[in-house]
C-alpha cells in the first residue's frame, strides 16, 4: 500500500489503525459514523493482483456472502470502485487465538473443548454448505471480545462436490493433511479435518504435533504419521486426536463421528467449591471463564488469587463463587 495517500474515510467509515497486512492487501480497523460500531476493512488494490488472484478475491467474497454463523467472520459490506476494493466485516477484537496461547500458554482441555466446539460447529455449518476451507490454522481463529472463535481467511475456500476431486495444494503445512503433501486428489472436507486434529492439539498442547526445520523434514514427520503425545494430556483427547490425524483419508473421522466422541461430551466439572482458605486448589476454570466473558483478562485474576491480593479481581472471583 503505497505511502503517499492517506486512507482517512471510506463509505461511512473512518478508518483508524492497520491490524494485518497481506501481499495483496492490507487490513484496517475502521469505525462506522453512525453506528459507531468497530469493523475490518480489508483494503485491495485491483492493480496490485494478477487475473488469478483477483479472482481468489472474489471467490472468497461470494463463499462469505453464503456464510452467516456466529464463528464465523461476518461480511458486513463490499465496495468497489475502479481500482480499489473494500471488503467490510466483523471486527474479532481479541486477535488470533495463536497470539492467545502464545502469551497465555497452552489451555485447560475444558477450555480447549468450548473453543473446538465452537470451531467445529463452524466448519460442520461450511461443510453442509458444500464449503470446504482449506487454510484452518490457529492463525486463523480469531476471537471476539468475549473470547468466542471468529473464524477468518476464506481466501483458499472453495466449494467441493462430493464426488469429485479437488487437489490444489491449500494452506500452512504444519496443518496440511498427508495427501496434500504427497499431491493427491482429495475430496475436501477430509483436509479440514485432518487441520481440525492440529488445532485441537495446538490448543491442548500450545505447540504443534508435526513441526521441522526444513518443509521436507516436516513432510517426512506428517507422512509418518507419528507424533508426540505430552504426559498432561488426557486419554480421551489423545484418543481424539488419533482419530483425526488418520493418514488414510477414509479412515480419518468424520465430524458426526467427532461430535460424539467421549471427549467432546465429557461434563466440565460443576462449579466445584474451591477449598478455600487453604489457597492451593487451582482457581475454578469456569468462573475464570466466565470473567473472561466479560472481558477480564485471566492473568491478572490467576496472580490476584496465587498471591490473595484481595483486589478487584479476586473479589468479582469470589463473589461469583458464592453467587
Ligand atoms: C477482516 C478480517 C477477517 C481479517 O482479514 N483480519 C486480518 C487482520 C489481521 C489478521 C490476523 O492476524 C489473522 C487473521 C486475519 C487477520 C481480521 N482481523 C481481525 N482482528 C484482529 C485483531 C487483532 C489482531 C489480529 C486480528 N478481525 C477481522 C479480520
Same mark, same amino acid.
Request: with cysteine.
Given at each position: ?20 497486512? #497481506?501481499?495483496?492487501? &492490507? ?68 486477535? +488470533?487465538?495463536?497470539? !492467545? ?8 482441555? @475444558? ?12 466448519? &460442520? ?19 471476539? $471480545? ?39 486428489? !482429495?475430496? #475436501?472436507?477430509?483436509?479440514? %479435518?485432518? @487441520?481440525?486434529?492440529?488445532?485441537? !492439539? ?21 507422512? $509418518? ?5 505430552? !504426559? ?5 483427547? &489423545? ?8 493418514? +488414510? ?12 466422541? @467421549? ?24 468462573? %475464570? ?13 490467576? +496472580? $490476584? ?8 479481581? #479476586? ?9
Amino acid at each position: 500500500m503505497g505511502d503517499s495517500y492517506k486512507l482517512e474515510k471510506v463509505g461511512f467509515y473512518n478508518i483508524e489503525r492497520r491490524i494485518g497486512k #497481506g501481499n495483496f492487501a &492490507e487490513v484496517r480497523l475502521a469505525r462506522h459514523r453512525i453506528t459507531r460500531t468497530e469493523v475490518a476493512i480489508k483494503v485491495i488494490e485491483k492493480r496490485r493482483l494478477d487475473a488469478v488472484n483477483l479472482h481468489k478475491v472474489y471467490r472468497e467474497v461470494n463463499i462469505m456472502k453464503q456464510l452467516d454463523h456466529p464463528h464465523i467472520i461476518k461480511l458486513y459490506q463490499v465496495m468497489e470502485s475502479s481500482d480499489m476494493i473494500f471488503i467490510v466485516s466483523e471486527y474479532a477484537s481479541r486477535g +488470533e487465538i495463536f497470539d !492467545y496461547i502464545a502469551k497465555h500458554g497452552k489451555m485447560s482441555e @475444558s477450555a480447549a473443548r468450548r473453543k473446538f466446539w465452537q470451531i467445529l460447529s463452524a466448519i &460442520e455449518y461450511c461443510h453442509n454448505r458444500r464449503i470446504v476451507h482449506r487454510d484452518l490454522k490457529a492463525e486463523n481463529l480469531l476471537l471476539d $471480545s468475549n473470547m468466542n472463535i471468529k473464524i477468518a481467511d476464506f481466501g483458499f475456500s472453495n466449494y467441493y462436490n462430493p464426488n469429485e476431486c479437488l487437489s490444489t495444494w491449500c494452506g500452512s503445512p504444519p496443518y496440511a493433511a498427508p495427501e496434500v503433501f504427497e499431491g493427491k486428489k !482429495y475430496v #475436501g472436507p477430509e483436509i479440514d %479435518i485432518w @487441520s481440525l486434529g492440529v488445532v485441537l !492439539y495446538v490448543l491442548v498442547c500450545g505447540a504443534l504435533p508435526f513441526d521441522g526445520p526444513t518443509l521436507h523434514i516436516l513432510r517426512d514427520r506428517v507422512l $509418518s504419521g507419528r507424533f508426540r503425545i505430552p !504426559y498432561f494430556m488426557s486419554t480421551g483427547c &489423545e484418543s481424539l486426536i488419533r482419530k483425526m490425524l488418520v493418514l +488414510e483419508p477414509q479412515k480419518r473421522y468424520t465430524i458426526d463421528q467427532i461430535k460424539r466422541h @467421549s471427549w467432546m461430551v465429557e461434563e466440565a466439572p460443576r462449579l466445584l467449591p474451591s477449598t478455600g482458605g487453604d489457597g492451593k486448589a487451582e482457581p475454578n476454570e469456569q468462573i %475464570i471463564q466466565l470473567m473472561q466473558n466479560l472481558g477480564i483478562d485471566s492473568g491478572p485474576i490467576r +496472580e $490476584s488469587l496465587r498471591y490473595k491480593y484481595y483486589d478487584h479481581y #479476586g473479589a468479582i472471583y469470589y463473589l461469583f463463587l458464592d453467587y
